[in-house]
């Protein structure tokens, strides 16, 4: 974990890991970004997950994008040049028996949290624009 300590630093890095049964079931990641476009972004963060074409966009950063497997929010944190964001991605590794509707809004309600602490916890000068 780093922690961003104040408006000169430009770094922000956490993780949490669930686990179960000896499984790894969930890893939660956010850290500060700098993208030209929010469509690389999205590349980037769904290309070991999902398939480009499985992920919808929801409400929330930036840019929102979900699926069964991951939901990940591209946060506004820094207004400051450049002007920096936190790549905030749940991803589920072990899936249940809950029915796909119901596993991305888990994950997105998992992604909005996340980003709003993470928003905090990283000292952001930005409006997160995080709603739900």
């Known amino acids: 974990m780093h922690r961003r300590i104040d408006d000169s630093d430009r770094t ?3 993780s949490c890991f669930v686990n179960g049964g000896g ?3 969930l890893v939660a990641t956010a850290e500060m970004v700098g993208y030209d476009k929010a469509e690389e972004w999205v590349e980037d963060v769904v290309a070991n997950a999902s398939a480009p074409s499985d992920v919808t966009s929801f409400q929330a950063g930036d840019k929102a994008v979900a699926s069964e497997r ?5 946060v506004p944190c820094r207004d ?3 002007r920096e964001h936190l790549s905030v991605v749940v991803e589920l590794r072990q899936r249940g028996g809950a029915a796909a509707a119901e596993v991305r809004e888990g994950l ?3 992604a909005r949290n996340a980003a709003r602490f993470a928003h905090q916890q990283a000292k952001c000068d930005a409006s997160a624009e995080v709603t739900g």
Do not use: G, H, Q, S
């Open 12 to 14: 922000y890095e956490t």
């Open 108 to 110: 997105m309600t998992l």
């Open 23 to 25: 499984k790894m079931l």
């Open 80 to 82: 400051e040049r450049p």
């Open 70 to 74: 991951i939901a990940a929010i591209y």
